[in-house]
């Protein structure tokens, strides 16, 4: 359960809740992220810059799983947001079993909508390098690294060193630690951002089995899997 800080972290204008799955988000704000993350999708469209997309995912995230797998779980999450971080420790095991057992697959969507809580933009640089641990096969034992050493928010998160070396204790190779320096992905997660906000999504995490959105809590996702 989320302690008496966390729940004061919590309080962040797009991932606040009043429940452990209800979300209170300012309208306004919203629209200034979605706007700038816009502008800069814009921006590389018009560029002609293309979008390197990480081995082992797609353009819109990575898939645990089998791919033919009944169910699609979608799992909209920010590194920087500390109830993404609780939904991790209360749903994972649940998550495991769904994926294991092949009664689902996980797409995970790293987007970048608390950038503006960091010094560093640590949300597109964590998503970036959890894009370039997708590439060395080790995303999950990443993304578990991520939430175990999650920074506080309103700081300038973990520093890509810090990030080349969790990434190194899971097992992530080759260039791992040049496509981390380089935010090789960032563009990956712009675009993963700019298109979950224009679907809708206004916090995190946000889930969704099948498409359409459930609580984020093990129960509903696990209840939604075997509605059939």
Request: with cysteine; net charge neutral.
């Amino acid at each position: 359960m989320a302690t008496g800080k966390r729940k004061a972290a919590a309080k962040n204008p797009l991932t606040a809740k009043k429940g452990p799955s209800q979300f209170t988000v300012i309208a306004v704000i919203v629209v200034v992220a979605f706007a700038a993350v816009v502008g800069v999708g814009v921006y590389w469209k018009n560029s002609g810059g293309g979008i390197a997309v990480p081995a082992n995912a797609s353009a819109q995230g990575v898939t645990v799983g089998n791919e033919a797998a009944p169910k699609t779980i979608d799992i909209y999450l920010d590194f920087q947001c500390p109830i993404c971080k609780q939904f991790e420790a209360q749903a994972g095991q649940t998550l495991e079993q769904l994926v294991s057992s092949g009664q689902a697959k996980i797409v995970y969507h790293p987007i970048a909508i608390l950038d503006r809580a960091s010094s560093t933009r640590y949300s597109t640089r964590s998503g970036a390098a959890a894009g370039c641990a997708a590439a060395a096969g080790v995303f999950p034992q990443f993304e578990k690294e991520l939430y175990d050493n999650q920074p506080a928010e309103g700081g300038a998160g973990l520093p890509n060193e810090q990030l080349v070396a969790l990434g190194q204790k899971v097992g992530a190779g080759g260039d791992f630690a040049q496509c981390v320096d380089d935010q090789r992905y960032a563009p990956w997660v712009t675009q993963i951002t700019q298109q979950a906000l224009r679907d809708g999504v206004s916090g995190t995490p946000t889930v969704k089995v099948d498409g359409t959105q459930v609580d984020a809590t093990p129960q509903a996702v696990a209840q939604a899997v075997a509605a059939g």
